[in-house]
C-alpha cells in the first residue's frame, strides 16, 4: 500500500503564490500518472494538472498559465506551484498517483487514480 502526505496550502489574497506538495511512499512505480485535483465546498472534485512519462503535463483551462505540476526525479514527491490566485482557485486539493509504472498518456479522470493524498486547504480571498 502507498502511503500519501501532503503538506501545503493555507490562506493567502488574491493575486498571491502558494504551492502544495505531497509525498508517495514507498515509491513503487517508475514514471506513474501523477495528478492534482480540488474540490470547493459542495461541489464535485475536478480535475487541475496531471503529469506523466517524460514529464510530459496536462491542466484544466481554469488554471493553465499560472499553475505548475512538477515532481522530483526519485518521482516520490509531488508539486504544485500555483500564482496569481484568485478566489475560484479556493478549495481542497488532493494529490493522486495511479498504480502503473509508466504514464504515456497523463490522465484526468479522478477515477483512473488509485492513491489519494488527504488534502490540504487552499483559500484565496479577495
Known amino acids: 500500500q502507498v502511503r500519501v502526505v501532503e503538506s501545503g496550502g493555507g490562506s493567502v489574497r488574491t493575486g498571491d503564490s502558494l504551492s502544495v506538495s505531497c509525498v508517495f511512499s514507498?515509491?513503487?512505480?517508475?514514471?506513474?500518472?501523477m495528478g492534482w485535483f480540488r474540490q470547493a465546498p459542495g461541489k464535485e472534485r475536478e480535475w487541475v494538472a496531471s503529469?506523466?512519462?517524460?514529464?510530459?503535463?496536462m491542466y484544466a483551462d481554469s488554471v493553465k498559465g499560472r499553475f505548475s505540476i512538477s515532481r522530483d526525479n526519485t518521482g516520490r514527491t509531488l508539486s504544485l506551484q500555483m500564482n496569481s490566485l484568485k478566489p475560484e482557485d479556493t478549495g481542497m486539493y488532493y494529490c493522486?498517483?495511479?498504480?502503473?509504472?509508466?504514464?504515456?498518456?497523463?490522465?484526468?479522470?479522478?477515477?483512473?487514480?488509485?492513491?489519494w493524498g488527504q488534502g490540504t486547504q487552499v483559500t484565496v480571498s479577495s
Open positions: 514507498p515509491s513503487t512505480y517508475k514514471t506513474p500518472c
Open positions: 503529469i506523466g512519462d517524460n514529464d510530459k503535463t
Open positions: 493522486a498517483q495511479r498504480a502503473a509504472s509508466y504514464c504515456v498518456h497523463p490522465r484526468r479522470n479522478r477515477y483512473e487514480y488509485d492513491f
